[in-house]
């Protein structure tokens, strides 16, 4: 596939590493609607709100579910745009750590609703599951990482550019 100015020809390659990466980072946010569409008994009004002392603040489950679930959907979109232009113009490291960031922070925000749901039904360590979703990040960052540092035919994807 080629796009062409009237004089030459370009190939834009996008690394096959930022497509997986992206793709991963998808993963906090479809656990999330998992979680929201298989818990039957799941409870209505969660905490929203936590002090030392345990929860202070109570919400409607239905609400911070929408809140919470946006910035996960709007970082893996992003991360999923981000791929095509930092396969070339960013370092393996700086790619790395974009797609890896943007899905830790984003993961981590959206996990916030289930670890509010574990709380309310008073399950041990309910934010160890965004914890989980910072090590998700971790494992994008990883990901990004096997791009080459050469970049070879075997690495990437052509795409139209």
Known sequence: M?????RRATRLRVSRALIAAAALSW??????????????GAPTRIPVHWSGAGADQWG???SLFWTL????LAGAVLCSVLAVPLSSDVSRLGAAGVLGGITAGTGAITTV???ALLSAARAPAPFLVVLGAVVWGGLVFGVCL????????????AVDG
């Open 27 to 40: 993963v906090p946010s479809l656990v999330v609607v998992f979680v929201r569409t298989t818990w039957t």
């Open 69 to 72: 679930l946006v910035p996960g």
């Open 113 to 115: 609703w289930v670890a």
């Open 146 to 157: 096997l791009r080459g540092a050469g970049r070879s035919s075997s690495d990437t994807t």
């Open 2 to 6: 080629t796009a062409t100015d009237g």
């Open 60 to 62: 409607s489950a239905s």
